[in-house]
Every structure is written in C-alpha cells, then in structure tokens.
C-alpha cells in the first residue's frame, strides 16, 4: 500500500500560480513512478505529467507543456506540480497516483494507488 495524500489547491486568477504537493507513506516510495492526473466536471480524467523513479525523466500533456513542472523528492516521499500561467480550462481536480511499472507514462491503467484529489479552480 502507498497512501497518497494531496495539498496545494485552491482558487486562482488566470495567469497565476500553483503548487501541488503529493505525500506518499511508506518506505517504497523511490520504487514508484508517479504522475498526475486531472478531471474537469463532465469530463473523462486525463492524464497530466509524469515523473519516473529517479525524477529524471519527465512526460507532459500537450496542454499543459510549458506551463506545468513535476518533480520529486525521494527523501520527503513527495511529488509536485508547479502550475504556471493557469488558465481556466485548467480548472479540474487533480490526483496524483503511483505505479509500479517503471514506463507507465500515461496510462492510467497502469496506476494501483491514488490519491483523493484536490481541487484546482481557475477564475478568468
């Protein structure tokens, strides 16, 4: 088991910024590849970024590339997402979620823990 426990969100101007955090239990954390995920109301969830095991490799939605940074710090058991220049079709709850197959990537069927979310709302 990898609980995961997301903070960070809230309501934003466009044009702003956010950072998400992911705090991961356990010892086996540095064993997952971790990414983020998001759901818009109405809509399907989509895949956001991805991180692998050592944080040297890095996957990012064409939406978001540019804008959004994952990153990892093993020692802390965390993964974040730094938004920038948010815009409102950016508005969703995002989820981070871990994997234990080294190129899962974006393929969420791929992921066996998640995290509860947390809500982004981006106000234009």
């Known amino acids: 088991q990898v609980p995961l426990v997301e903070s960070g969100g809230g309501l934003v101007q466009a044009g702003g910024s956010l950072r998400l955090s992911c705090a991961a239990s356990?010892?086996?954390?540095?064993?997952?590849?971790m990414a983020w995920f998001r759901q818009a109301p109405g809509k399907e969830r989509e895949f956001v970024a991805f991180?692998?095991?050592?944080?040297?490799?890095?996957i990012y939605s064409d939406s978001v590339k540019g804008r959004f940074t994952i990153s990892r710090d093993n020692a802390k058991n965390t993964v974040y997402l730094q938004m920038n220049s948010l815009k409102p079709e950016d508005t969703a709850v995002y989820y981070c979620?871990?994997?234990?197959?080294?190129?899962?990537?974006?393929?969420?069927?791929?992921?066996?823990?998640w995290g509860q979310g947390t809500q982004v709302t981006v106000s234009s």
């Open positions: 979620a871990a994997s234990p197959q080294a190129f899962a990537g974006r393929i969420q069927a791929a992921y066996i823990y």
């Open positions: 356990g010892r086996t954390f540095n064993n997952y590849a």
């Open positions: 991180v692998s095991t050592n944080g040297m490799n890095t």
